[in-house]
């Protein structure tokens, strides 16, 4: 399966990012490489993680990562995912 990034989530990304490398560049760095490379695993198995919390879909699951929520859509017909957003629950 594709891996597909909405620009939802590139932005929200984006703003994350600028606030961690505010304190460093490294760590910063580190969080992308390693959130890319744990949403790249998707595409083996996409319903590894739970139905989300957020969405009543059966085919949108929430990947959580060091405290932030990532939902994603598991398109078949298209047979690509789609990573829809990344935020930290603080009451949404």
Do not use: F, W
């Given at each position: 399966?594709?891996?597909?990034?909405?620009e939802r989530f590139i932005e929200q990304f984006q703003q994350i990012w600028d606030y961690i490398s505010?304190?460093?560049?490294?760590?910063?760095?580190r969080f992308r490489v390693q959130a890319e490379?744990?949403?790249?695993e998707l595409s083996h198995f996409p319903y590894k993680f739970r139905r989300s919390?957020?969405?009543d879909r059966e085919n949108i699951?929430?990947?959580?990562?060091?405290g932030?929520?990532?939902?994603?859509?598991?398109?078949?017909d298209k047979n690509e995912i789609v990573i829809m957003d990344i935020f930290k629950w603080e009451g949404r």
């Open positions: 399966m594709t891996i597909v990034y909405s505010k304190d460093s560049y490294r760590a910063a760095e490379k744990r949403l790249s919390r957020y969405y699951r929430d990947y959580v990562y060091k932030y929520t990532i939902p994603y859509l598991i398109d078949m």
